[in-house]
């Protein structure tokens, strides 16, 4: 045995930051040896957008004259931050399954950092994937005409988006069995993504649908980004529909305040 | 487990002690009052069938499962108020602790050496120096998702190893591997034991209890039911005895009485085999002064020979079952 194996004495607070980086460095080696892993990961968002505009996108008519592509795309963005919390979880589950969270667990880490890590690491993905759906709508023709500050805060928006799922990613992750019965998340992503106004205006849906699309958070992230790119926003007069920017901040805050701490204690609960 | 006082005093000097562990899930007693000691610098041995009480006694050890009650130390590090500093000094692998299959070998260890605080660079080092140990060099750099059972289980091993831990844990490391990947685990292990570990196996393989353990604790519906080495344990249950094969069913009455002269305890003749069948103390002299009287006798012997019970047929007696009959309960109840 030639190294000296002391471990370093730092804090408590600066193993919780370093751990955390490290768990981080994990996520991104998986892009290094797995880089296919992330166009499998936008297989959905990528495939449903050009299904909507280019063979939908003729009979779409959302009012106005307004061009469909343009808002389509926000909408597309959105979605995709709306089904990253499937990532997330699928993730969670096949470390609780392989035990890999276990061997974390029984290491003298910072507790805090294999969640922290989960969700600082997802959140780097996330603006990986925004830049790989912002080229694709670039080549389509979409283009933001607001401001670059408004773009850029369109952009921290879908973010701030995903950094609230990720909370229910981890508390669903450590709720379901194992990676087949994470599968059946797909059954909630699917209406929480669609029932929206990703791709159609809410004001367009049957009454009682319109109002769930209305009041869906990933509605608010879209309108709200579609104000800011300056696309068509296509909104009716719904006190949600008009307060967007406000919804677009206040429901990803929400759901934080109430899935952090869920997770958390969820994590916490492995230990029973 | 911190509101519950130790129920006895523990023995730091032990690498393993536990007093009184209870865990309940819901109406299951998975460990009812369990008590453990692993002498520092050996192998020893945790059996039972599944659902016994083995994986919930190595998760509560290795703080991965919180005890309702009970005291333990491990390496002298109190489980109920320092989990933190028993986490320094343990190791875990084998069914419940893994590796990401993503990443290569190399990869893994020096993550696993980051979050065990070496420090970028001495992880770096650590993992060659690991990787040539467990004799994994050659395959450091492939993804772990292409390495053989015995790779991965090394790799496990290796893992569990960065810090030399004091205690290392091995739960069921050979399970569904085949017999060379089993080879290479026990030589891994062997290897440990020979820096100074203290090993806590568990296993359903009796034969790997027999290979490995210098003792041998046996559970059971989480008790403790025996404890001993191999040797102990299989003398405890009936020490050798010696078996007798007649050729012509005509002498199993001489071969009866040759028997009967040289124990205490009566035969029992088994006559469709034609065997006679006696529990003996004095293993050599007995089986001489038996040969003797049967030739003496003009006995026509098939076989011959001293016979010692399998650990299965002690584990039998034991528990009043075998190693595999029962569902596993952990799985059923986490």
Not at chain 2, 150 to 165: K, V
Request: charged content about 20%.
């Amino acid at each position: 045995m030639t190294t000296d194996l002391q471990p370093l004495r730092r804090s408590t607070a600066y193993w919780a930051v370093a751990d955390a980086w490290s768990m981080v460095w994990r996520q991104l080696l998986y892009y290094v040896r797995q880089p296919t892993t992330i166009l499998w990961q936008l297989g959905f968002p990528i495939v449903s957008v050009l299904l909507f505009v280019y063979v939908f996108g003729s009979a779409m008519d959302i009012g106005g004259g307004a061009d469909y592509t343009a808002f389509a795309m926000p909408g597309m963005f959105a979605m995709t931050m709306a089904f990253g919390f499937m990532n997330t979880a699928y993730a969670v589950v096949l470390d609780k399954e392989k035990g890999v969270t276990d061997r974390f667990r029984s290491m003298p880490m910072a507790p805090s950092a294999v969640v922290s890590g989960r969700g600082f690491g997802d959140l780097l993905g996330a603006a990986l994937d925004l830049l790989v759906i912002a080229a694709i709508a670039l080549v389509i023709g979409w283009r933001s005409q607001g401001s670059l500050w408004e773009t850029l805060y369109a952009f921290g928006l879908l973010l701030l988006l995903r950094f609230a799922l990720i909370w229910i990613g981890i508390y669903l992750g450590l709720g379901v069995k194992n990676t087949e019965t994470a599968g059946n998340l797909f059954a909630v992503a699917f209406p929480f993504a669609m029932i929206s106004s990703v791709f159609t205006p809410p004001s367009m849906m049957p009454g009682w649908l319109g109002f769930l699309a209305t009041w869906n958070p990933v509605s608010a992230t879209a309108t709200a980004i579609r104000e800011l790119f300056g696309n068509p926003v296509a909104v009716g007069s719904s006190w949600p529909e008009q307060n967007a920017q406000l919804l677009a901040v206040l429901w990803p805050v929400l759901i934080t305040a109430v899935f952090l701490p869920l997770a958390v204690r969820r994590y916490q609960r492995l230990s029973r | 487990m911190d509101n519950h006082p130790p129920v006895a005093p523990l023995d730091p000097a032990l690498a393993v002690h536990t007093v009184g562990l209870v865990k309940r899930y819901g109406q299951v007693m998975a460990l009812d009052g369990f008590d453990l000691s692993v002498r520092r610098g050996t192998v020893h041995g945790l059996l039972g069938p599944n659902g016994a009480g083995k994986t919930t006694a190595v998760r509560v050890l290795t703080t991965l499962t919180e005890a309702d009650a009970g005291a333990a130390q491990i390496a002298g590090a109190d489980l109920g108020s320092d989990r933190l500093e028993v986490r320094r000094r343990i190791g875990l692998a084998g069914q419940y602790a893994a590796v990401d299959e993503v990443l290569t070998g190399r990869q893994n260890l020096e993550l696993f050496g980051r979050l065990f605080h070496l420090g970028r660079p001495r992880a770096r080092t650590r993992a060659t120096e690991l990787l040539e140990q467990f004799a994994l060099t050659d395959a450091a750099d492939k993804g772990v998702g292409a390495y053989s059972g015995g790779m991965r289980r090394r790799l496990d091993l290796a893992a569990s190893m960065i810090l030399a831990p004091q205690v290392m844990f091995l739960d069921e490391p050979t399970t569904g591997l085949d017999p060379r990947g089993r080879a290479e685990v026990w030589e891994a292990v062997r290897a440990l034991v020979g820096q100074g570990t203290t090993v806590l196996l568990t296993t359903q393989y009796l034969d790997e209890a027999d290979q490995l353990a210098d003792r041998i604790t046996v559970i059971d519906q989480g008790r403790q039911i025996a404890d001993g080495t191999p040797a102990e344990l299989k003398r405890a249950v009936g020490g050798a005895q010696i078996e007798v094969t007649v050729a012509d069913p005509a002498q199993l009455d001489a071969a009866e009485a040759a028997c009967a002269a040289v124990s205490t305890l009566s035969p029992l003749v088994d006559r469709p085999r034609r065997r006679v069948v006696v529990p003996v103390e004095e293993q050599l002299g007995s089986l001489a002064a038996v040969a003797a009287r049967l030739a003496e006798a003009g006995v026509a012997v098939e076989d011959v020979g001293l016979r010692r019970p399998t650990l299965d047929e002690v584990f039998l007696r034991l528990t009043g079952h075998r190693t595999d009959e029962e569902p596993e309960l952990e799985e059923a109840t986490r």
